[in-house]
């Protein structure tokens, strides 16, 4: 029997977000050179995506590199941001067949000149899909993300003063990266860790959380429908009682 079988289909979220963490600890944990926790993560991702799409849940969004990521080892970043030259690249032929409409949420400008090409690349050939919206935080910190909108705001109040009794929740949301998409129901973090990390914290608000201790690279289907399952057990009630 399929593990999906099990599953309320009327009670899945909406949207997904993932935080996808332990790939460097999976490889110590395995004696593997540090980077193919990377490597290995890549394909818990496309197996992600594949699960999202086949269950019917229509948004996605990952958290895939973060502003504060740049601290890390060089080589490391470098081998990141090839990995994602490579997914860009070799799956977006496949992305667009199963109808997966990519987005970038960050400032893809202070991206190294081939990823931003092949995100941008990505973007393109699946802007016109929408069975599945695919959100990839890259180079993305929320904090960043609203003080850039925050000065969108004003830039706009500079030449219109009525402006300011428009904003409110709902206005804000229109400078964000997530405008136009409704916010995340479901947030999954792996690895044990249980913080938000400057992760779509404006989003976030009454999403319901899920923290596994499982590493991104063990984070399979099962893991995934597992986590889904204890979705369909919360009792949401948005601050209402």
């Given amino acids: 029997m399929d593990i999906m079988e099990n599953l309320n289909t009327e009670k899945l979220p909406v949207h997904v977000a993932v935080i996808m963490d332990g790939n460097r600890r999976w490889s110590l944990e395995n004696n593997k050179n540090k980077f193919f926790g990377h490597r290995e993560g890549m394909k818990r991702l496309e197996e992600l ?20 990521n740049w601290g890390r080892a060089k080589e490391e970043v470098s081998y990141l941001m090839d990995l994602l030259v490579e997914f860009a690249r070799l799956k977006s032929k496949i992305l667009e067949s199963k109808g997966v409409n990519v ?20 973007h393109n050939r699946t802007k016109d899909n929408d069975k599945l919206y695919l959100n990839i935080a890259l180079n993305y910190g929320s904090r960043k993300e609203i003080a850039i909108a925050v000065k969108k705001i004003i830039d706009k109040y500079k030449t219109n003063k009525e402006v300011y009794d428009k904003i409110d929740e709902e206005y804000i949301k229109k400078f964000l990266y997530s405008k136009n998409i409704p916010d995340p129901d479901f947030l999954i973090r792996t690895s044990g860790e249980q913080r938000l990390s400057n992760f779509l914290l404006y989003q976030l608000a009454y ?5 596994t201790e499982a590493l991104w690279p063990d984070f399979g289907k099962e893991e995934y429908i597992k986590a889904l399952k204890e979705f369909e057990k919360r009792n949401r009630r948005f601050g209402t009682s």
């Fill in 49 to 68: 995506i594949e699960t999202t799409g086949n269950l019917g849940i229509k948004y996605l969004t990952i958290y895939a590199f973060s502003t504060e």
């Fill in 103 to 122: 987005n970038i949420f960050g400032s893809i400008d202070e991206l190294p000149t081939k990823t931003k090409e092949a995100v941008i690349s990505l």
């Fill in 207 to 211: 999403a319901e959380l899920y923290f």
